[in-house]
């Protein structure tokens, strides 16, 4: 089952790779490679940690679901004003499942709960890190007018208490998930961001974000 969550997820997450690389002029080689690193990147990058070898390499039906997702995009690709918003959806979509996931391989391991929840955040950020920074634009865990992590850290942290008062099942992981997941789109679409590095006492007033109002995209 967790495999199974995982594929859905790597294919939620590739979708958003795929059209970031349409968005970007990428051909059909680009699409499949920056869908692949999307989703597969962050569970590489867990299994490392972990002192695992990488699933993805160990099961070649993992990388099924990229060259699936740029198959996807090419014959369905809507306008491209849209594609920002769908890499948005589906990019909220695949850090609701893997932030769980990753949570929960961590625990399967015998990690503390803290560093699980760790864990989680990265396998589910990763991907879409990495995405942003091939594609040349600054990532979403880094934009001052978004909480790109916050939603993945909650999630986490809610699947392992799950996990350590065992009523972590299917119907339970759904549910972190689904609020993960809304929680995301949420953020993006009323613009909720957290205090910045430096107090406002000390920015600038050609600051690149003086004065911008909430970052809407929905």
């Not at 879409?128 to 934009?143: A, Y």
Request: with cysteine; charged share 10%.
């Amino acid at each position: 089952m967790l495999t199974l969550i995982e594929l859905v997820g790597i294919f939620f997450f590739a979708v958003s790779g795929s059209l970031m690389a349409a968005r970007r002029g990428f051909d059909m080689l680009g699409s499949a490679f920056l869908g692949g690193v999307t989703g597969l990147g962050g569970g590489v990058v867990r299994d490392l940690i972990l002192n695992q070898s990488p699933a993805t390499f160990a099961h070649p039906v993992y990388f099924l679901p990229p060259v699936l997702a740029a198959l996807c995009v090419y014959a369905f690709t809507p306008a491209v004003q849209k594609l920002h918003r769908l890499v948005q959806i589906f990019d909220a979509a695949g850090l609701g499942l893997f932030c769980m996931t990753g949570t929960m391989k961590a625990l399967e391991h015998g990690v503390n709960p803290v560093t699980a929840v760790l864990l989680g955040v990265i396998t589910g950020v990763g991907g879409g890190m990495l995405r942003d920074v091939i594609s040349n634009v600054t990532p979403d865990l880094f934009n001052p007018r978004d909480i790109y992590a916050i939603p993945a850290i909650l999630g986490a942290t809610a699947t392992a208490f799950a996990w350590h008062f065992d009523v972590l099942n299917i119907a339970v992981g759904t549910g972190i998930a689904g609020l993960t997941f809304a929680l995301r789109l949420a953020s993006i679409r009323f613009g909720w961001s957290i205090p910045l590095a430096a107090g406002h006492w000390h920015r600038q007033p050609n600051s690149p974000n003086h004065g911008d109002g909430p970052h809407r995209n929905f």
